[in-house]
């Protein structure tokens, strides 16, 4: 398809879409648009959105002149990486701002390059080993209170364990010494944000369901005072005391733009600390619950994966040295996120006139992405519905397209955490398969629920069966 070379003028008009067989033809398009579209899109996003692709092709009219879908592959590559200063986040990402405030994730143009410069250097490899060692002894901490779950045969909701440990985690990685006492509060505080932050609010973009309900709301609006006054008065107290402890406030507090030498205000270090509350906890705890229950579903997968980790550890809890060598964990893990990708959608709103794949994409109009059509995507992936972590092999990926899996997404605004979240991830899979085996009931089949972050639409009912690491054994 031709994208970016043939000029908006003479470029054809809409894509194909569910408006063509949706009748109503005597109403308005964005009336058609919305009784078309919308009932079914709620219901499942996801699933919605790959049921399109698969049906209409690259490039889907979702609301004529107004939202799109694109699955074309070089579609892709021009919105994220070859022009993506035509596709800003714009209104889409104005629901985030509540929360986010103008944090890297939400931000545009001078503006995110300015504060990506400025917070890229904390994520740098020399700083994985310190977030290690606490992801080793939080990690430790939960595994220890799943014995009386093991010893009773008993079940527990995986991906609340999950989430409080990702949020210990990344609370302890920020904020080193300064969580005494509050950290019961804050955790509530960020767990009520991010309950209610959820598409529905996202939807009020184009004006089709309302605000949060008012209670949801309240709770809403709490979390984020809370977590402002504590992130301020965190800042406030290391400017005065000039506390570096090499946390990530500091390295954000501390950090010095190289080209200009400017440093970030207490606005925007509050905003970019709130951004990672919520961009580095569900999407880390999701891709760990949906990879537990993956394992728990596929004990062949699952034995393979306890042989690696028994022979690379030999019983020890992991070092960030020992990574590398737990190939066929990341593989387990490359694929779950295939198939449950945490960001499994975003969107870009295109600053002019455009071409996509042959269409004319007009100024302002949403363009949509998604990381979950694109990975199972039947034309990209051999029997795409099936757990098969072996696809990752080299072997097996050579030839594939760079745009057919990106679950951090790709081009300059591609995720800046994805490596430390692979760590932890990693990490914290190890560990567990280590000393559990984790099962689920047969007949045990979660449905989506299209977040923020993906996750299930019930609790990921794990029952812990202790275990004894085979030593001395070879990995596969
Ligand atoms: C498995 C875990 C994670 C996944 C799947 C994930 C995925 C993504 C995706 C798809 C985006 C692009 C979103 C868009 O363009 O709308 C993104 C951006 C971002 N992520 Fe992550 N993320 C993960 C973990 C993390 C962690 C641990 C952090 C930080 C602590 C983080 C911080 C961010 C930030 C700040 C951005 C915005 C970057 C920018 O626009 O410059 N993420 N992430």
Not at 112 to 129: E, G, S, Y
Not at 292 to 317: F, I, N, T
Not at 403 to 415: D, E, L, T, V
Request: glycine content about 6%; some cysteine; proline content about 6%.
């Amino acid at each position: 398809m031709v994208t970016g070379s043939t000029s908006p003028s003479t470029a054809r008009a809409e894509p194909p879409g569910p408006l063509d067989d949706a009748g109503y033809n005597f109403l308005p398009p964005r009336l058609r648009a919305q009784l078309a579209v919308l009932p079914s899109l709620m219901r499942n996003p996801p699933e919605y959105f790959a049921q399109t692709a698969r049906r209409y092709g690259g490039m889907v009219t979702l609301s004529p002149k107004r939202a799109y879908l694109v699955t074309d592959l070089d579609g892709i590559k021009h919105v994220l990486q070859d022009n993506h200063t035509n596709y800003i986040k714009g209104p889409w990402y104005q629901v985030l701002r509540p929360l986010m405030g103008d944090g890297l994730f939400s931000i545009d143009g001078d503006d995110w390059k300015r504060q990506r410069r400025l917070v890229q250097p904390a994520f740098q490899r020399k700083h994985h080993a310190r977030m290690a060692g606490i992801m080793v002894d939080s990690t430790s901490r939960m595994l220890d209170r799943w014995e009386p779950y093991a010893s009773r045969a008993e079940a527990m909701d995986g991906r609340a364990e999950v989430i409080l440990l990702t949020l210990e985690i990344l609370l302890r990685n920020m904020f080193s010494g300064d969580l005494t006492g509050s950290e019961e509060v804050l955790r509530e505080s960020i767990l009520d944000c991010s309950r209610h932050m959820d598409l529905v609010g996202a939807v009020k973009l184009v004006k089709v369901l309302t605000w949060f309900r008012f209670a949801k709301r309240r709770r809403f609006e709490r979390g984020v005072r809370t977590l402002d006054q504590f992130v301020l008065h965190v800042i406030e107290e290391r400017r005065r005391n000039q506390i570096d402890n090499g946390d990530l406030v500091s390295l954000l507090l501390w950090a010095r733009d190289e080209q200009t030498g400017e440093s970030m205000s207490d606005h925007q270090l509050r905003d970019e600390l709130k951004t990672m509350l919520q961009a580095g906890n569900d999407t880390v705890a999701d891709a760990i619950a949906w990879t537990w229950y993956l394992l728990a579903k596929h004990p062949e997968v699952r034995e393979r994966l306890e042989l690696e980790v028994d022979s690379v550890l030999q019983g020890r809890p992991p070092g960030f040295e020992d990574l590398p060598a737990l190939v066929y964990t990341q593989r387990v893990i490359m694929e779950t996120m295939r198939l449950y990708p945490p960001g499994w959608v975003f969107a870009r709103s295109a600053v002019k006139d455009d071409v996509i794949g042959g269409y004319r994409i007009a100024a302002d109009a949403l363009v949509i992405i998604s990381p979950y059509v694109m990975h199972r995507l039947p034309s990209l992936w051999e029997d795409a519905e099936k757990f098969d972590p072996d696809r990752f092999l080299a072997e097996r990926s050579q030839g594939r397209p760079r745009f057919a899996y990106f679950p951090f997404s790709a081009g300059p605004r591609q995720c800046i955490g994805a490596d430390v979240a692979m760590m932890e991830t990693k990490m914290i899979v190890a560990m567990a398969a280590q000393r559990y085996r984790l099962s689920v009931p047969a007949d045990f089949s979660p449905g989506l629920k299209a977040r923020i972050s993906l996750t299930a639409d019930c609790a990921i009912t794990l029952t812990p069966i202790a275990r004894q690491p085979h030593l001395g054994c070879c990995s596969s």
